[in-house]
Nanobody, 121 residues
Framework: QVQLVESGGGLVQAGGSLRLSCAAS????????MGWFRQAPGKERVLIAT???????SYINSVKGRFTISTDNAKTMVYLQMNSLKPEDTAVYSC???????????????WGQGTQVTVSS
């Protein structure tokens, strides 16, 4: 059974930091891209950070320079280090996995249940 389980969310003051973790199990994710999404109340879910092929990463502009996505060597853990948090970062954060074959990316097919991050002003 494939599982992605997030942890590390919570309440933090603006300017603070949190580190989210996503534990992946049930299959090998070496040929998958791993992404962090977030969904704020009343808004659509947004992909905010992606890591693939070991060390390639991408971020949306609003988190670039503040958030860092990483994995362990075995790709059983995916992390999102979040610094300089702002109230607008408040959302449910979820990790997900998408198959990658060469330059072809599939849809994100495995999802975690999400973890709440609340940033107070």
């Amino acid at each position: 059974q494939v599982q992605l389980v997030e942890s590390g969310g919570g309440l933090v003051q603006a300017g603070g930091s949190l580190r989210l973790s996503c534990a992946a199990s049930g299959r090998t994710f070496s040929s998958y891209a791993m992404g962090w999404f977030r969904q704020a109340p009343g808004k659509e879910r947004v992909l905010i950070a992606t890591i693939w092929s070991g060390a390639n990463t991408s971020y949306i502009n609003s988190v670039k320079g503040r958030f860092t996505i990483s994995t362990d060597n075995a790709k059983t853990m995916v992390y999102l280090q979040m610094n300089s948090l702002k109230p607008e970062d408040t959302a449910v954060y979820s990790c997900a996995a998408a198959p990658v074959t060469g330059k072809r990316w599939g849809a994100y097919e495995y999802w975690g249940q999400g973890t709440q991050v609340t940033v107070s002003s």
